[in-house]
């Protein structure tokens, strides 16, 4: 998955971009700047290259350690990497480190507070994967609705039933959709499934958006969302306030028909309450793009559940031609 995420040229372009900013804001002619992965592709190397000295990590499961053990001296970081940027790399780095640029739209890996307080400056790479990432979550909620995985199980152990009422789906024509956070990545996922005939659009955040009014999408508390969605998408950044938000009686509250989609983070789900109430019938079904932990041991829970679609973290993993 990493190395599929890293072919993206755009994510690259975009953080090569924030570092030289921060190269020239500096004033120095070749400033330091660490690269925490190897698997940046060769486009990104190439254009650092050009304005910078660049410290590798060589090994493509970078510890801490090793970050650790480069970083003393950079001035700019560019985080390609899964592993928390914490205070310790931070300390480490030094007091001349200036910047730093991540290949993510999320930014929850990275200790936000610790570079404030440093007057360090973060560039992340919003909005060049809001279609992608719009895509799975329709890919997944399509899946999940119609219950593509059991489908293929039930084709692997020999229980293909010819009845007419065998594994029926819930349609997304006539539904109500409920985005939880309606930035670039809800938008994108309302335009695309309006040419599904869905028949309202909900959504909750902090505040109401004109974005929202030009979409057609409701306005309506976190609450009303989960109560009255049959499908409800996660596309809110994870933070203090949304860890663990979808939990035991934000399942409890969905409609025993809903499907639940992911594609935010796992973190913002409790998941032994999501996959309780999977397995028991409290929810239809999920479809998760994003899980705790990262990677997902093979023999997680989450995997026995037939009426789980899951796919390993794959919302920016495309490759512009
Ligand atoms: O860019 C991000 O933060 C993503 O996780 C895309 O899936």
Redesign the pocket.
């Known amino acids: 998955m990493l190395e599929r995420r890293f072919f993206n040229i755009v994510i690259t372009y975009t953080t090569v971009w924030v570092v030289r900013r921060a190269a020239v804001h500096t004033k120095m002619n070749r400033p330091k700047v660490l690269v925490s992965n190897p698997t940046v592709p060769q486009i990104g190397f190439d254009l650092l290259q050009k304005y910078c000295d660049i410290i590798r990590i060589e090994n493509e499961n970078e510890t801490k350690e090793e970050i650790i053990s480069k970083v003393k001296g950079v001035d700019a970081i560019y985080w390609a990497s899964r592993l928390k940027l914490d205070k310790d790399i931070i300390e480490a780095a030094g007091p001349q480190m200036k910047v730093v640029g991540t290949m993510?739209?999320?930014y929850n890996h990275i200790d936000v507070d610790e570079l404030k307080k440093r007057g360090i400056k973060l560039g992340n790479?919003p909005n060049v994967?809001n279609n992608a990432?719009a895509d799975i979550a329709v890919l997944l909620a399509l899946a999940a609705s119609r219950r593509i995985h059991e489908g293929r199980l039930k084709i692997e152990n020999n229980q293909w039933d010819l009845g007419s009422q065998w594994m029926l789906g819930q349609d997304i024509s006539g539904a109500t959709v409920g985005i939880i956070g309606l930035g670039g990545i809800g938008q994108a996922i309302v335009k695309r499934l309006i040419p599904f005939e869905v028949q309202q659009f909900l959504y909750t955040g902090h505040r109401e958006k004109v974005e929202g009014k030009e979409l057609g999408a409701k306005f309506v508390s976190l609450d009303t969302l989960v109560r009255e969605s049959d499908f409800v998408i996660v596309s809110c950044p994870l933070n203090s306030e949304t860890e663990e938000m979808c939990n035991e009686d934000f399942f409890a509250k969905m409609k025993k028909t809903a499907v639940f989609v992911n594609?935010s983070r796992g973190k913002v789900v409790h998941q032994p309450s999501l996959v309780k109430a999977l397995r028991d019938g409290q929810i239809f079904a999920a479809g998760l793009?994003?899980m705790t932990p990262e990677p997902l041991p093979p023999d997680d829970e989450l995997l026995k559940l037939p009426n789980a679609v899951i796919v390993p973290?794959l919302?920016?993993a495309t490759k512009k031609n």
């Open positions: 993510s739209a999320g790479t994967l990432v594609i793009d994003v973290h919302g920016s």
